[in-house]
Each structure stands twice: as C-alpha cells, then as structure tokens.
Nanobody, 122 residues
C-alpha cells in the first residue's frame, strides 16, 4: 500500500516556475514507477510525466517537453515535478500516481494522491 501527498501548487504568472513534490508513505515506494498527471476544468485527466523505479527512465508529454522535469529521491520517498516557463494552459489540478509498471496511461497506476492546484495567470 502506498499513500501519496502532493504539495507545491499555487498561483504563478506566465513564464514562472513551480516545483511540485509528492511524498509517499509505504515501504514499496522505491520499487514503484511514478507519474504525474493533470486535469484542467472540463477536460479529461492527461499524462504529464513518468519516471521508472530507479529514475533511469523518464518520459514527458509533448505538451510539457523541455519545460517540465520529473525526478525522484528514493531515500526521501519523494518524486518531484519541476515546472518552468509555465503557460496559462498548464492550469490544472496535478496528481501524482504510483504503480508497478512504468507507463503513460492512468490505468497503469494503482495509487493516486489527492491533487494540488496549479494556476498560471496571463
């Protein structure tokens, strides 16, 4: 069982940066792939970034590639999403997720956090 708590969201101007954190509880964190997803009002949840259990593999969605970076610190049971050059269209609730399989689909993840709001003003 893994419990996830996101933090770091907030209001930022376009072009600014935020770093989201996702703290995990449970002894199996280091064996789980982690992902970040986001959901804007009236839209479906979409993939943003994923990282393998070791951190050796990462993938980011085309919409955030070059601006967002996912990383993890297994010693701290934490995964991060560094978001730079933020745009108003990045406004969404951001969720972290954990699962046994590294992937881009929400259905591949077994555990989800409660989400943190990111709002980017123009």
């Amino acid at each position: 069982q893994v419990q996830l708590v996101e933090s770091g969201g907030g209001l930022v101007q376009a072009g600014g940066s935020l770093r989201l954190s996702c703290a995990a509880s449970g002894r199996t964190f280091s064996s789980n792939a982690m992902g970040w997803f986001r959901q804007a009002p009236g839209k479906e949840r979409e993939f943003a970034a994923a990282i393998s259990w070791s951190g050796g593999l990462t993938y980011t969605a085309d919409s955030v590639k070059g601006r967002f970076t996912i990383s993890r610190d297994n010693a701290k049971n934490t995964v991060y999403l560094q978001m730079n050059s933020l745009k108003p269209e990045d406004t969404a609730v951001y969720y972290c997720a954990a699962g046994a399989i590294y992937g881009l689909r929400a259905g591949q993840y077994d555990y989800w956090g409660q989400g943190t709001q990111v709002t980017v003003s123009s």
